[in-house]
């Protein structure tokens, strides 16, 4: 069982910028691939970002609509996965959760509670 905590969301101007944090608990953190999606009302859940697990040498993957603005990072000594979230735009407004599973294929078991994030124009 993994849990994730995430923290950071807030109310920023656009062109602002946020990182999201996520801390999880309960397996060896190096070997739990991590991801970012996010929801908005009346929309799917969209992914943002992932990063494999360090055994699967930490490589990051992003959307198109948030590659070369966000920055996914993990930090193995604090368990925690990172979301830098730079020259945020309205339309980034949602709910973001963060997902964990073990190992680097299949679907992601672990879910945390969700940070809203709001842009305003």
Known sequence: Q???V?????LVQAGGSL???CAA????????????F???PGKDRE????????????????????KGRFTISR?????TVYLQMNSLKPEDTAVYY???????RGSYDYWGQGTQVTVSS
């Open 2 to 4: 993994v849990t994730l």
């Open 6 to 10: 995430e923290s950071g969301g807030g």
């Open 19 to 21: 990182t999201l944090s």
């Open 25 to 36: 608990s309960g397996r060896t953190f190096r070997t739990i691939a991590m991801a970012w």
């Open 38 to 40: 996010r929801r908005t």
């Open 47 to 66: 992914f943002v970002s992932a990063v494999t697990s360090s055994y699967g040498g930490a490589v990051p993957t992003y959307a198109d609509s948030v």
């Open 75 to 79: 930090d193995n000594n604090k368990d």
């Open 98 to 104: 963060c997902a964990g599973r073990v190992g680097d």
